[in-house]
C-alpha cells in the first residue's frame, strides 16, 4: 500500500496515521477463510457495531474478491467517515480501515486512493513480530508461534489455528487499539475478562502485578467452553502503560497447574521495545 501523502507510520496499530487531521488507515490481518468472514459485513450487522453504510461494493485486489465499505461512525461526540476494505484467501482476511473527520473530503478521497493501491503478495516471508512493540519469549514452554494479528500474536501447542491436538491451551497477546484511562483499573480488568468467549465459572484471585515495570492485574479463574462444554482455566494479565493497555490471555482444557504454569511462565518475558 502506497500511505497519502503526510501520513507517517502508526505508533500504536499496524497502519498510517495523520495526527493533524486524526484521520488513520488501520491493518488487521486475521485468520480464518475470507469466504465465511465477508458474510459478516452487511449494512445491519455493521450497524450494530455503530457504523451507518451508505455502501458496499464488490471489489477485485490483485484476483482476490474484495468487499469495499462507505459509511459514518459517530466517536466522542464527533462524525467519522469510514472506509473498510476487505479480500482474502481461504487462509487468511485482511480487513483495512480507513477513518477521517466526515468533512475531510481532500483527506477522505486520499485515503480511499491509498487503501485501493494494496497490493497482496502470498508468497512474501514476512517478519510477524516487526511490527509490534512488544516481545514475548515461549521457548521455555510447550507454546509456539501461531499467528499474528493486527497488534496480537497467538501460540498454541502445535502452532496451529485452531489446534489439532488435544491440548488446546494457548496464549494471546494483543495491545489496544484506542487510548484508554480506567479510573479503576482492578474494576476494569475483571469486566474485561468476562468479555472472553467462554462462561467465567468462578474468579480464584485478582491480585496486583508488575512485569517489565508496567503495573496490572493478574486474575485466575475457572470456566466452561461455550462450544463444547468443556471446563477450561484461564489466566489474564493486564499491564497499563502510557493511557494503554496490554491483555495477556491464557486459556487450557488442561485441569493440572501444569499448563498454567507454563503460561504464567511465557508470560513473564513479556517485554516493550
Known amino acids: 500500500m502506497i500511505p497519502p501523502t503526510g501520513f507517517i507510520k502508526a505508533l500504536h496499530f499496524f497502519g498510517y496515521q495523520h495526527t493533524e487531521s486524526g484521520s488513520s488507515i488501520m491493518i488487521i490481518d486475521m485468520p ?26 464488490n471489489y477485485v485486489i490483485n484476483q482476490l474478491p474484495a468487499i469495499f465499505v462507505t459509511g459514518t461512525q459517530n466517536a466522542d461526540g464527533n462524525i467519522y467517515a469510514k472506509y473498510i476494505l476487505m479480500f482474502g484467501t481461504e487462509g ?15 483527506i477522505g478521497e486520499e485515503i480511499k486512493a ?17 511490527a509490534l512493540d ?34 488446546k491451551t494457548c496464549l494471546i497477546v ?18 474485561r475478562l468476562k468479555q472472553n468467549p467462554m462462561n467465567i465459572k468462578n474468579i480464584e484471585y485478582v491480585n496486583e ?9 493478574e486474575i485466575f479463574a475457572s470456566a466452561k467452553n461455550k462450544k463444547t462444554d468443556e471446563t477450561e482455566n484461564i489466566y489474564q494479565v493486564i499491564l497499563f502503560s502510557d493511557n494503554l493497555y496490554y491483555i495477556l490471555t491464557g486459556v487450557t482444557n488442561d485441569e493440572t497447574e501444569k499448563s498454567i504454569e507454563e ?5 513473564r518475558t513479556f517485554k516493550r521495545k
Not at 491509498?114 to 516487526?130: A, C, I, N, Q, R
Not at 502485578?209 to 492485574?217: A, K, Q, T
Request: no cysteine; net charge positive.
Open 32 to 57: 480464518g477463510p475470507y469466504s465465511e468472514i465477508s458474510k459478516g459485513i452487511t449494512k445491519e450487522n455493521l450497524l450494530s457495531k455503530g457504523i451507518k453504510v451508505s455502501s458496499i461494493e
Open 92 to 106: 487468511e482476511t485482511f480487513i483495512i480501515n480507513g477513518v477521517f473527520p466526515e468533512k475531510l473530503i481532500k
Open 114 to 130: 491509498s487503501m485501493l493501491t494494496t497490493y497482496y503478495d502470498e508468497g512474501k516471508v514476512t517478519d510477524p513480530f516487526e
Open 134 to 167: 512488544y516481545s514475548i519469549d515461549v521457548s521455555k514452554t510447550k507454546l509456539k508461534f501461531g499467528k499474528s494479528a493486527a497488534n496480537s500474536l497467538i501460540f498454541t501447542v502445535d502452532g496451529k489455528l485452531p489446534p489439532l491436538v488435544d491440548d
Open 174 to 191: 494483543t495491545k489496544s487499539f484506542s487510548t484508554i484511562t480506567p479510573v479503576d483499573k482492578k474494576t476494569f480488568s475483571i469486566n
Open 209 to 217: 502485578v508488575s512485569i517489565d515495570g508496567i503495573s496490572g492485574y
Open 263 to 267: 503460561i504464567k511462565r511465557g508470560i
